[in-house]
């Protein structure tokens, strides 16, 4: 499994654009990048997924560079709701079951 | 939207205890797991579960645990005898389909306190 690292905690005001990056420097060929994000006492929700360059969906981008040994999650314009636990994690695509290890995330705290 | 539900959301019991966490996971989803979360800890994989029975289980799932798919909805986790460090939020996972590609649904989780 490739070792994820990211920063323990960021603040951001309110309406602001969050990078948050994720080093995984050992990364494997058939690994795919995945972001998952946590509000208090909630289970983990799916952000956004990618294998390369950058993918965006209605939540959030992912900047993915071509040697695949970091990845940025971009939150636009952020929200008091937007305060959470976000995750790095990295999984073989082909595994099945492909059970998730979460690493201690990035608490974001967006301030009013 | 499908969700995963839980039953129940809070439960206390006393340690050496036997308790039985519920999952109801989406209905056409094919692997289901369990994760625990200690307070202010990390979410920690517990067990993977497909085509009835064990795909994989981390050292944390010992003898002391089990999962069982009693019919087409249910899927449940016990635990024999508990201890005081069992206590910890318990989440259920479910996905569609093999490979990362597929995204898993967590569950609210089941706050269990060992007395």
């Known amino acids: 499994l490739a070792k994820t690292t990211q920063p323990i905690s960021m603040d951001s005001y309110e309406g602001q654009e969050v990078n948050i990056t994720c080093s995984h420097n050992n990364i494997a060929t058939n690994d795919y990048i995945t972001w998952y994000q946590q509000f208090p006492s909630q289970g983990p929700r799916f952000i956004i997924q990618?294998?390369?360059t950058k993918v965006t969906n209605e939540v959030a981008s992912l900047f993915i560079p071509a040697d695949r040994k970091s990845s940025t999650l971009s939150l636009p314009r952020v929200s008091l709701s937007d305060t959470a636990v976000y995750y790095c994690?990295?999984?073989?695509?082909?595994?099945?079951?492909?059970?998730?290890?979460f690493g201690t995330g990035t608490r974001l705290t967006v301030i009013p | 939207e499908p969700e995963v539900t839980q039953t129940p959301s809070h439960q206390v019991t006393q340690m050496g205890q036997e308790v039985i966490l519920r999952c109801v996971p989406i209905?056409?989803?094919?692997?289901f797991y369990w994760y625990r979360q200690i307070l202010g800890q990390k979410v920690e994989f517990l067990v993977s579960?497909?085509?009835?029975?064990?795909?994989?289980k981390s050292e944390i799932f010992d003898d002391q645990f089990s999962v069982e798919r009693p019919d087409g909805s249910n899927f449940t986790l016990k635990i024999r005898s508990t201890k005081l460090e069992d206590s910890a939020m318990y989440f259920c996972?479910?996905?569609?389909?093999?490979?990362?590609?597929?995204?898993?649904?967590f569950g609210p989780g089941t706050r269990l306190t060992v007395t």
């Open positions: 209905s056409n989803h094919l692997y």
């Open positions: 994690l990295v999984g073989d695509i082909i595994t099945g079951a492909n059970n998730l290890f």
């Open positions: 990618g294998y390369k």
């Open positions: 579960f497909y085509n009835n029975e064990i795909s994989e």
């Open positions: 996972a479910s996905k569609r389909g093999q490979g990362i590609v597929y995204e898993q649904y």
